[in-house]
């Protein structure tokens, strides 16, 4: 059975940091990714990471850029975002995903078969 469970999420002060982790069991992915999706807003991409044979691609949402860094530690199958400089409208549940098929593009949703159940980021201005 595959699952993603993500971790990490909690209050923090504008201008602290955060680090989520989602580790994956049950399949290897291709691509993980992180969404997040604030009260009364769509789901948004945030930051994502593929694997090829020789390298690692990562991707960020424009608003994050310099300050949200994605990693992994395939050893223990997990995707970190380490959140630096958060803003209060950073504010959201952020959800991790992941697929193992080719896309070409994975900025949206819909390019991802499995997600997490979502942990709460709180920025308090």
């Known amino acids: 059975q595959v699952q993603l469970v993500e971790s990490g999420g909690g209050l923090v002060q504008a201008g602290g940091s955060l680090r989520l982790s989602c580790t994956a069991s049950?399949?290897?992915?291709?691509?993980m990714g992180w969404f997040r999706q604030a009260p009364g807003k769509g789901r948004e991409f945030v930051a994502r990471?593929?694997?090829?044979?020789?390298?690692?691609?990562?991707t960020y949402t424009d608003s994050v850029k310099g300050r949200f860094t994605i990693s992994s530690d395939n050893a223990k199958n997990t995707v970190y975002l380490q959140m630096n400089s958060l803003l209060p409208e950073d504010a959201a549940v952020y959800y991790c995903?992941?697929?193992?098929?080719?896309?070409?593009?994975?900025?949206?949703?819909?390019?991802?078969?499995?997600w997490g159940q979502g942990t709460q980021v709180t920025v308090s201005s």
């Open positions: 995903a992941a697929t193992e098929q080719i896309r070409n593009t994975y900025n949206v949703g819909t390019s991802y078969d499995y």
């Open positions: 049950g399949r290897t992915f291709r691509t």
């Open positions: 990471m593929t694997w090829g044979v020789y390298s690692r691609i990562t």
